[in-house]
């Protein structure tokens, strides 16, 4: 690759950098760097490298908040009224109200091409330097970082937007002509296939853990592990019905005219999925990588401490269910309170949907539709339930061991499966470090009759440890995970359903995730059945995780699922009543808010001020 000059202005470690023209070079002032003063010196080339690595999102307050994940699907929910605080883009989106012109917080379209671009300079330029430790084995380990994270990027892309302008390992210069700088969308096929073909390869070059200590400087590197990952799940987004046949899509083409989408549907590429996913899950079973599980002192799985700490647990703590995790994630203590009542000095709105309160199985791994599930929403319990556990979700002022609802609780949220309980705080669900239950009560202390309260009955306790009280500014590290075994083994399960359906590793594996959810699997059903049944759960199993809104994406169910009233318990209920009638009763399903999602908002438009500037790009239909 021919060797150019640029200068850089270097403000912060993970600044982004500019190219120059030559003549701009020669007055050198002293604040500025060449690229071979850069990648001279070791710690200026290290920090190129972290600069790089700042475009991977962050799965707390991205996925909540700038990317917006969480939110977009139909687990979470935040009132109107947060709007002006940053909220925008993604109540935006829930309300269909998605156009060329939408702001989205991290615009991929321009932000990961700057990321790309300094991936592709690191690769050219990074060198030994043998005598500060930086020998050729670890400049060509740092190349390969670089190279996965250019890939990952353009998958990002390809996520959102589908078919993107695509020049891999090309440095176009600033100052070079129009023709090279505005060039049109390639297929998305394309765009796949290399990536595929990188990651795969770049998977034989990077280790698949590092030594030394977990939480030091190689923690949070890119792995093999990571790499196959991704790849994973790019295919099996690839061979989902969004992207394999889509008649929405036949007929779209670039300005050369070339065909943006593949036309027909191709059986082939779950095939190349459950591959992947088979590849990774060996790859990552070999490196050291298992399921979290803790377990009672009877030796039997404890269900709610697995899945409770999964989310919570480091890799060194023995989290190995971690396959890909960001370590660094910023004003965590703030994204921690956002979950918690107001009444302990959380921000007390955001919330778990009616419609994820009732995704969850009964604790017979029946779902609530099922009459044999023993679910009810009427009236409340007589007594605590108590199982074979350790956490101390529930144990109230007595401290009973293994209690999981006290008594009084409304029956909805009784016998529920244990990831129920690890994820939703509904009313009066206790709170331990207040030493009382949670009060949704209109007018109570936590429920002060603003948007500051939980618009829908109900707040987020996926992800957010017990002992967290904003209100004595307690908070804790946590890991940031952006791909966990579970999602390896339930996505080889749907790609072999999809392409050898009675194959007998799909019960073996969505068993698996069962089984450490501590409901009894599944014993078989046609291909459409495990097909539902795996949906099902991968909305418990992920909820909360921003997973939510790509599954139904690709599946293209959103029409189905994010077109509804989204309902919720009564937020201006101020009597214990499931009585419908009653409108002062609290327990009963009340109107929260109307979703919107049209056919054109499976995939982002590509941004109206890009268009402006290349004339050679196509909109999406719809747009």
Not at 511 to 540: H, K, Y
Not at 558 to 579: H, I, P, Q, V, Y
Request: aromatic share 12%; with cysteine; proline share 6%.
């Amino acid at each position: 690759m021919k060797t150019r000059k640029y200068i850089i202005i270097i403000i912060v470690v993970t600044s982004i950098f500019f190219p120059g023209c030559s003549k701009y070079l020669d007055r050198m002032p002293d604040d500025q760097l060449t690229l071979d003063m850069i990648f001279s010196d070791k710690i200026r080339m290290e920090d190129w490298l972290a600069g790089v690595y700042q475009g991977i999102p962050s799965p707390m307050w991205g996925y909540m908040k700038d990317q917006g994940f969480s939110i977009m699907g139909d687990d979470m929910c935040i009132p109107e009224e947060w709007r002006p605080f940053g909220w925008q883009n993604v109540h935006e989106f829930t309300i269909g109200n998605w156009h060329r012109e939408s702001p989205w917080n991290p615009n991929y379209w321009v932000e990961l091409p700057k990321r790309i671009r300094s991936g592709l300079i690191f690769i050219e330029n990074a060198k030994p330097q043998p005598e500060k430790g930086l020998t050729q084995e670890i400049v060509d380990r740092m190349k390969n970082e670089a190279r996965f994270l250019n890939a990952y990027y353009y998958w990002l892309m390809v996520e959102v937007y589908g078919p993107i302008p695509f020049k891999p390992g090309v440095i176009t210069p600033n100052d070079a002509p129009s023709a090279e700088l505005m060039i049109a969308q390639s297929p998305v096929d394309s765009v796949v296939n290399w990536i595929d073909t990188e990651l795969k390869d770049v998977s034989t070059k990077l280790p698949a853990t590092y030594s030394g200590p977990l939480l030091g400087e190689n923690y949070g590197r890119a792995t093999s592990i990571m790499a196959l990952a991704v790849r994973a799940r790019m295919l099996l987004h690839a061979a989902s019905p969004l992207l394999n046949g889509n008649p929405d899509y036949t007929g779209v083409v670039n300005k050369n005219g070339t065909a943006l989408f593949g036309g027909s549907y191709d059986a082939g590429k779950w095939t190349r999925a459950a591959q992947a996913h088979k590849e990774l899950i060996d790859a990552a079973t070999a490196a050291g990588h298992h399921l979290y599980i803790e377990r009672n002192n009877d030796g039997s799985v404890d269900p709610f401490m697995s899945y409770y700490n999964m989310s919570l647990k480091r890799y060194s703590e023995g989290n190995t269910e971690i396959l890909f995790d960001r370590p660094n994630n910023w004003d965590l203590n703030i994204w921690q309170y956002h979950h918690l009542p107001i009444g302990i000095g959380g921000n007390g709105a955001l919330g778990v949907t009616q419609e994820l309160v009732d995704a969850f199985f009964t604790k017979n791994g029946l779902p609530i539709s099922d009459p044999a599930s023993g679910y009810s929403e009427s009236g409340f319990s007589t007594a605590g339930e108590v199982r074979n556990t350790k956490w101390r979700g529930a144990e109230g002022p007595n401290r009973i061991a293994g209690q999981v609802t006290m008594p009084g609780t409304y029956n909805m949220y009784c016998n529920r499966e244990p990831r129920f309980y690890v994820s939703v705080l509904y009313n009066e669900a206790w709170l331990g470090v207040d030493n009382r239950r949670a009060e949704f009560f209109y007018g109570s202390r936590d429920n002060n009759k603003t948007f500051d309260s939980p618009q829908n009955g109900y707040e987020v306790r996926k992800r957010v440890g017990l002992e967290i009280f904003p209100r004595n500014n307690v908070s804790t590290y946590q890991p940031g995970i952006l791909y966990r075994l579970a999602e390896a083994y339930l996505g080889y399960a749907e790609a072999l359903n999809e392409s050898n359906p009675g194959n007998p590793d799909i019960l073996k594996y969505i068993n698996l995730v069962r089984e450490r959810a501590g409901i009894p699997g599944l014993t078989g059903g046609s291909q459409q059945e495990i097909r539902e049944a795996i949906q099902r759960e991968r909305r418990v199993e992920f909820n909360c995780e921003g997973v939510r809104i790509h599954d139904l994406r690709r599946w293209k169910l959103a029409e189905r699922d994010l077109n509804k009233d989204m309902m919720g318990m009564n937020f201006f209920g101020t009597k214990k009543s499931s009585d419908a009638a009653n409108p002062n009763a609290f327990y009963k399903r009340t109107f929260n808010m109307r979703r919107s999602f049209s056919k054109k908002m499976y995939l982002w438009p590509v941004p109206q001020t890009e268009i402006d500037k290349n004339p050679n790009l196509t909109q999406m239909p719809g747009y």
